[in-house]
């Protein structure tokens, strides 16, 4: 009985306006995009919806499109069409990087990048990579459209900045010059796994300093989090590996983590800690900066 479907009238749409119509006069609905995550939170009776509205058939909402200076990504794009995709690996490549380490292939055929942001769990890995981008985030409804930062998207838990009559529609990536970035994940094991904490960085140099310094980590808050305390202490700091893992200690500052069946928060601390610098170092190490640092 545990894991049986709860009962809901079953809408399928194949196109946006036809979504925000039903989504602005039902009441009580959850919309299903890959299902990857709601399927389950259904069959364990997280969600009771009387009504299920599948979007997975607008095909307006899966794109990958290069503006030049920006990138616009369809919520309904599939995970493995980002890491497939010519333009994120040559122009938003960090996003692709984490994507790669996300799920398996099957599970990323399937499972949409707009899933992945709108489900906010604590471990979204598309996160981490999509803050230090600075993206932002189209939502919208029946009375129009707005764009949201994605730092401010996530509100806790399961809890976006979503109103009830809206829906993610596109995810917009400023195009990023002269930076180096990089992501990396911590699991329990290589792939199939969620993270114990995950990493992404972008840096800036010029002149041997620090311009610009980014870093978003995901599963050690109630949210994904940027970790202003290790931007500040090294942007206009002279690049240096004393810099970075000195920088890269004061993570804990920006973090709240908790123990859970992954890992406790005494390690998530450490390995936060860990992973910022390496990712760190990375990042400088794609623009051509090397300084050191075991593998
Ligand atoms: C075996 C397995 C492994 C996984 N591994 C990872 C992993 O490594 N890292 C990770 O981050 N996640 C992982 N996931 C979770 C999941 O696959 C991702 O979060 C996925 O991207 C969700 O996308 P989806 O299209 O399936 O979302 P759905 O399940 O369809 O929807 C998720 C939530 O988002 C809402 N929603 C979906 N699209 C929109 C939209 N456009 N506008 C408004 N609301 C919307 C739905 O109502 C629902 O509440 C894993 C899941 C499984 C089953």
């Given amino acids: ?57 607008v095909k307006e909402l899966d794109y990958i499109v290069d503006d030049g200076d920006r990138i ?58 999509l803050y230090v981008l600075n993206a932002e985030l189209k939502l919208v409804s029946v009375e129009g459209e707005r764009i949201v930062p994605v730092t401010k998207f996530f509100h806790g838990p399961r809890k976006t900045e979503l109103k009830k009559n809206e829906l993610l529609a596109e995810i917009i990536i400023p195009v990023e010059k002269d930076a180096g970035a990089s992501a990396i994940k911590l699991g329990r094991r290589n792939a199939f796994t969620l993270s114990i904490v995950a990493v992404a960085t972008l840096v800036k140099v010029s002149g041997n300093k620090f311009t610009d310094v980014r870093v978003a980590l995901n599963s050690v808050a109630p949210t994904p989090v940027r970790a202003t305390s290790v931007e500040k202490a090294l942007t206009g700091r002279e690049v240096s590996l ?54």
């Fill in 1 to 57: 009985m545990f894991y049986k479907l709860p009962k809901f009238n079953y809408y399928r749409v194949t196109s946006l306006n036809e979504a925000l119509k039903l989504i602005n006069e039902l009441e009580d609905f959850k919309v299903v995009a890959g299902g990857t995550d709601l399927v389950m939170d259904l069959k364990i009776k997280r969600y009771i919806p009387k009504n299920i509205i599948d979007i997975s058939r």
């Fill in 242 to 295: 004393k810099a970075v893992e000195e920088a890269s200690k004061l993570v804990v500052n920006d973090i709240k983590p908790i123990s859970d069946v992954r890992a406790s928060a005494d390690y998530r601390r450490e390995m936060s800690i860990v992973l910022t610098r390496d990712s760190l170092l990375k990042s400088l190490e794609r623009i051509g900066v090397r300084i050191g640092g075991e593998e």
């Fill in 72 to 129: 616009r990504i369809g919520a309904l794009t599939k995970l493995q069409e980002i890491v497939d995709s010519p333009i994120i690996r040559e122009k938003a490549y960090v996003l692709a990087e984490a994507v790669n380490q996300m799920a398996s292939w099957q599970i990323r055929n399937i499972a949409t990048i707009g899933g992945n942001l709108c489900n906010a769990s604590p471990a979204a890995d598309t996160a981490p990579p």
